[in-house]
Structures are given as structure tokens and as C-alpha cells.
């Protein structure tokens, strides 16, 4: 599966951006996925994730209930909705996916992974 990572830029605070996660090779329903990011210095943390199977969707507690995820099969498309964005939200932001539903929080049990697109909300 190749991933690809779009839809970034510069937001001011308060201000929402949607990323897309764009998959090629095969057909992404038959994974789960995940939202990841990694502000300089520091490790890659966990954002959002959302099942293969039911569409089930999980989200850091930093993130709930402004950032959305969700999934289209049909276009094997993944999307971030990122609602009231904070300067803290600034990082690259990677798109992975894995055939389990399981762990989803572990960037460890990732195997395919997208290219990563910066986010930077400007306060």
C-alpha cells in the first residue's frame, strides 16, 4: 500500500484545516488506520485512528472532540478534520495503516506509512 499525506498548511488559532490520506495499491478497507504526528524534538504521538471493519474511530484526549476522522472506501480515501486549532497541534502529521484493529494507539505496529504533511497554527 503506498500512503499519501496532503492537505496542510498554516492556520491561525481557532482555525481548521482537513488532511487526507490517500491510498494506492490496495484497497484500504481491508485496513485500519491512523493519524499520527511529530512536533520537532519530540516523538511521534498518537492523534486519531479509525477500524477496518466498523469504522470504529479512537482519539487522544488532546485532540477529542476538535479532530475528526473518518474514511471513504469507495475513493480509499482517510480524512483528519481538524476543528479549533491550537499552536500545540504545530507538527508533521503521518497517515499509517495496519490489517489489525488492535493497538491502534502504537505507531510500532504500523506497517504502511504516508509521507507526513506539516501543520503549523500560528497563535
Known amino acids: 500500500v503506498q500512503l499519501q499525506a496532503f492537505g496542510g498548511g498554516l492556520v491561525q488559532a481557532g482555525g481548521s484545516l482537513r488532511l487526507s490520506c490517500a491510498a494506492s495499491g490496495r484497497t484500504l478497507s481491508t485496513y485500519s488506520m491512523g493519524w499520527f504526528r511529530q512536533a520537532p524534538g519530540k516523538e511521534r504521538e498518537f492523534v486519531a485512528a479509525?477500524?477496518?471493519?466498523?469504522?470504529?474511530?479512537y482519539y487522544a484526549d488532546s485532540v477529542k472532540g476538535r479532530f475528526t476522522v473518518s474514511r471513504d472506501n469507495a475513493t480509499n480515501t482517510v480524512y483528519l478534520q481538524m476543528n479549533s486549532l491550537r499552536p500545540e497541534d504545530t507538527a508533521v502529521y503521518y497517515c499509517g495503516a495496519r490489517k489489525s484493529s488492535r493497538n491502534l494507539h502504537y505507531s510500532r505496529y504500523y506497517i504502511y506509512w504516508g509521507q507526513g504533511t506539516q501543520v503549523t497554527v500560528s497563535s
Open positions: 479509525i477500524t477496518r471493519s466498523y469504522g470504529t474511530t
